[in-house]
């Protein structure tokens, strides 16, 4: 008779874990859901003052640079060739 109810109880125990962890991811999946509702905006029209941004110079400033060295082919008169 113990052992049934000791038996009985786990499962009674084990069935309250699994309600419990039931209701808990279906309440962060509702707060998640509730959280989901910013959209990105394709233009910043929308998040500048009008007339107030302006450009007073126009620089390009490149941190790294890359020199590609091509050597040019050239037609000489004199029929010499370099070697």
């Known amino acids: 008779m113990e052992e049934i109810e000791i038996s009985s109880l ?3 125990i084990g069935i309250s874990w699994l309600i419990a962890f ?3 991811c279906l309440i ?3 707060w998640k859901k509730s959280m989901d509702t910013v959209h990105a905006q394709t233009h910043a029209c929308n998040y500048i003052v009008s007339n107030s941004l302006s450009f007073k110079e126009k620089k390009d400033r490149f941190l ?3 020199v590609s ?3 040019r ?3 000489s008169s ?3 060739t370099r070697r």
């Open 10 to 12: 786990l499962i009674t």
């Open 22 to 24: 039931g209701i808990g």
């Open 28 to 30: 962060v999946f509702i």
């Open 64 to 66: 790294y640079s890359t």
């Open 69 to 71: 060295k091509v050597r």
């Open 73 to 75: 082919q050239t037609s």
């Open 78 to 80: 004199s029929g010499s």
